[in-house]
């Protein structure tokens, strides 16, 4: 089973404080901003987006609804799409120092 990935938009005005509150909420329900290659190093992902870092067997209605109310939480208007992904790659992340 692939990992959960989560891309959020905030909608109406929302500058960088927005985004970082919005980031804490997502960090308690179980999402993470980084993403691990199989030699293990992380990489941050883009602004906006989180993997589900928490239990593996939960389901993507399950994961996009926990993103869903922690958005809630700070900003009513936004749009959310959750995926299941089984590989990925990238070009130009920065590489997460621990």
């Not at 939960?58 to 609804?65: E, I």
């Not at 939480?73 to 990238?90: C, H, I, P, Y």
């Amino acid at each position: 089973m692939g990992m959960i990935v989560v891309r959020v938009e905030l909608r109406s005005p929302a500058g960088a404080d927005a985004y970082a509150r919005m980031t804490a909420g997502m960090n308690r329900v179980g999402f993470s901003r980084t993403v691990s290659r199989e030699d293990g190093t992380r990489f941050k992902l883009p602004t906006g987006e989180f993997r589900f870092a928490g239990d593996a067997s939960v389901s993507l209605t399950n994961a996009r609804d926990l993103a869903a109310a922690a958005v809630r939480g700070v900003q009513g208007d936004f749009g959310l799409l959750a995926m299941r992904v089984e590989e990925w790659t990238s070009v130009g992340l920065k590489v997460k120092v621990p």
